[in-house]
């Protein structure tokens, strides 16, 4: 899979633009209810419905309940976080831009470190939380041109697939 962003008045900070090295696609994150009546409707939906699977290393994630749901029975598979949200932004929310719980899709890089530093030389805003998911956790948020949401993590940092719990 290869990404294309289109940066509009670029900066060129020393040496020359990289495309980030993207490897997989992880997970796309939507937002569900709070109540635990919520929750369970939406378990019920995405499992009796939809036919997925619960990922039962889901770590507890204070204030955001949900589940990341497996697609598929390979080792490779992707997923969906179900995270949720009561209403506009999420206690772990620094601003209204920068919420781990809106609505995005998760690619996974080969070095997030490089991927943060292209970023940068590229001027394009983004911002960061580390240890959300697990002690080794590192996740860097950008918008697209469009206002999309994009997660960039370190490869095999997450269960998204099954491939990483080995």
């Known amino acids: ?7 509009v008045n670029r900066k060129f900070i020393g040496g020359r633009f990289m ?4 490897v997989e696609l992880h997970h796309h994150g939507i937002r569900i209810g709070t ?3 919520d929750v369970e ?4 939906f995405y499992t009796d419905v939809l036919g997925l699977h619960t990922d039962s290393h889901r ?5 955001i309940p949900g589940f990341w749901m497996y697609i598929g029975q390979g080792e490779r598979t992707t997923q969906i976080h179900l995270m949720g949200v009561n209403g506009g932004k999420s206690p772990m929310a620094r601003s209204e831009k920068e919420d781990p719980t809106l609505p995005h899709v998760a690619l996974a890089v080969e070095n997030i470190v490089e991927a943060k530093e292209e970023l940068e030389k590229r001027g394009i805003w983004h911002w960061q939380i580390k240890g959300l998911v697990g002690p080794n956790s590192d996740q860097v ?3 697209d041109p469009f206002g999309n949401v994009i997660e960039l993590h370190q490869i095999g940092s997450c269960t998204c697939n099954k491939i990483a719990l080995q």
């Open 141 to 143: 948020f950008v918008q």
């Open 19 to 22: 495309p980030i090295k993207v």
């Open 59 to 63: 770590p507890n994630i204070p204030t």
């Open 1 to 7: 899979m290869t990404v294309l962003i289109t940066i």
């Open 35 to 37: 109540s635990p009546e």
């Open 41 to 44: 409707k939406a378990k019920n």
